[in-house]
């Protein structure tokens, strides 16, 4: 499958299939639609010491980069990403988040997380636990709990089994009593499914030049 990088309206990054028409990101802007969904609306929702992170989709890996960027002191992270179809090394070689405000410096972590091993354990700080899966959500099985989810699959006009309700089920599962889900997402269907298996669904609105986005709580 055909990648090629473009760049979006806020100067970040982002890769786009043709084959697709989909974008691993909004077009009009990256990092702004990362840091408002992922960081504002979810991390820094949760007031807690420990934050365990479940992503699904771990993409370009700028979720994890501004996750560790926006990290509070103190405050212990544990994060699983799942990633089925890993970047190529010369397509995230031509990523440009180190050259991003607060993300200076970043060529080198980036690289090391798109290149660890599957189910290998890595520690961005010694209070920050990373690990990558090399598959998908659907085959992952685990006794552990979660605290926050950063659902950022494919749409659902590309990928529609990673807004199933049996989906839903399963993250409801995983998840912690108050866990939260954020996502870009907010297509209808997906809602219903959510509130069916049990979420407290909140429409927030969206990043800039998106209506709204997508805040579940486990209750």
Known sequence: MKLEIEITNDGSSTIFIPEWNERYHSKNGALQESLYIYIQNGLH??????????????????????????QKPNTFIDYITFEPFPLSQDIYNQLNFSGLKGLENSKYLLDILHELPNKEPLNLNKFFSFMK???????????QKFDLVYWDAFGPRVQPEMWSLELCQKIYQLLENEGIIVTYCSQGQFKRNLKQ?????EVLPGPPFKREMTRAIKK
């Open 45 to 70: 929702y949760l007031q807690k010491d420990v934050i365990r992170i479940l992503e699904i989709g771990f993409g370009t890996g700028l979720n994890v980069l501004l996750t560790h960027a926006h």
């Open 133 to 143: 899966y090399y598959q998908t959500i659907q085959e992952f099985q685990t006794t």
């Open 197 to 201: 298996v049990g979420f407290e669904v």
